[in-house]
Structures are given as C-alpha cells and as structure tokens.
C-alpha cells in the first residue's frame, strides 16, 4: 500500500531530481512493490507449505476455504500487477499508455483491497482454530492500526491535493511525471513575458 500511495501522490514531489531517465517518485514506488511482493510469496509459501490445515477444519468453515481461495487469487493478481507493471508503453503514447493506466490502477486497487479481506479472513479462522488460537489482540488490533493510518494518510493527501488543484498547483493529469507547479509558473512566466511585450509595443506607438 505504501508504494501505492507514492504513486497516487506523485504530485508532492516537485523536485526535478531524475535517476536514469525516471524521476524519484518512481524509483520509490516500484521499490516498495517489488519488496512487499517479495515479502507476500514468502509468506504464501510459508502458509502454503506449512499451515495446510488452517481454516479448513470445522471452525474454519467457509471463511477458511474463502481465504485461501482469495489469497491464491491475490497471488494470481500481484503476479499480474507486476508483469503489468515492466510492461508499461512510453508516456507519450496516446494510444495504449491511458488504458495501461486504468489497468495498472484497477488491479492495484483491487489487489489492495483483496489483500485486506484475506488478511482479516486469516486472523479470523487463526483466531477459531483450536490449534492455533492467536490472539486478537496481538493480530487485529496492529492490522487495524496500519490499516487506519494508510487511509488516513490517503484522505488526507487527497484533501490536500483537491485543494491545491482549486488553487491551481497540483498535477495537471494523471500520468503526467511533471509537476503541475512548474507548469503553472512557466506559463505565468510566459504569459508576464507577453504582457510586458505588449506594454512596452503600447508605449512605443504612443510615443512614451
């Protein structure tokens, strides 16, 4: 979630700095993917491997059988998401780059999301299960803490751009890398040049 978030709010870095051809943001981003990625298959493996059972005794029921369906699917998506992602067209192509887009931010969300409800499913039967009993305290209570914290970080961070962007600040489109900012003042720039131009034209022609 984390480096889904350096993505949604690229606009906060109006910083010019550029590491091989890609601004930082980027860089960031994929990083955290490709780390939590990592970190998820150890722990598919782990449960794949080493808690065949869990879930899948009488007090599992359908919430065990439902998370280990949703968490092969969210492999099947992560796998996805990330192949999706090194495939990316060029920025400046019209033509496939806004589908990519939607596509790359639809499974995102969706991943996201689906993560979340598996995750909450695993405490769940973990917490039924008479081989395992763990602790709610211990597993929902962090869980809901981080979870809360990101989507406050989001709202806040969305609040704050839809108020920039009424003041005129923010990203101009979505998938544009340059800031909104250094285009605003560029064209303020260009438009003062103008301006000026045009007074001093003005007062040429009337002899001042």
Request: charged share 15%.
């Amino acid at each position: 979630p984390v480096g889904a978030l350096l993505a949604r709010h690229r606009w906060l870095s109006a910083a010019k700095t550029v590491v091989r051809g890609k601004q930082v943001w980027f860089w960031l981003h994929m990083g955290f993917q490709v780390a939590g990625f990592a970190v998820f298959v150890v722990g598919f493996a782990f449960a794949w491997e080493f808690l065949p059972g869990i879930g899948l005794e009488p007090t599992g029921g359908v919430a065990g059988k439902a998370h280990q369906v949703l968490g092969t699917l969210v492999m099947g998506l992560a796998v996805l998401q990330l192949v999706v992602g090194f495939v990316r067209p060029a920025p400046d192509d019209k033509k496939l780059r806004p589908a990519w887009s939607k596509t790359h931010d639809v499974l995102g969300r969706g991943s996201v999301l689906l993560a979340w409800v598996t995750v909450y499913l695993g405490i769940y039967i973990g917490h039924a299960s008479p081989s395992y009993r763990l602790s709610y305290a211990w597993w929902l209570a962090p869980a809901a803490a981080v979870m809360g914290l990101l989507i406050a970080a989001d709202v806040t961070l969305t609040v704050a751009r839809a108020r920039q962007e009424r003041a005129g600040y923010a990203e101009a489109a979505p998938g544009d890398e340059v800031p909104f900012l250094r285009q605003a003042v560029g064209s303020l720039g260009v438009q003062g040049t103008q301006a000026a131009e045009g007074q001093k034209d003005v007062g040429s022609s009337a002899g001042v």
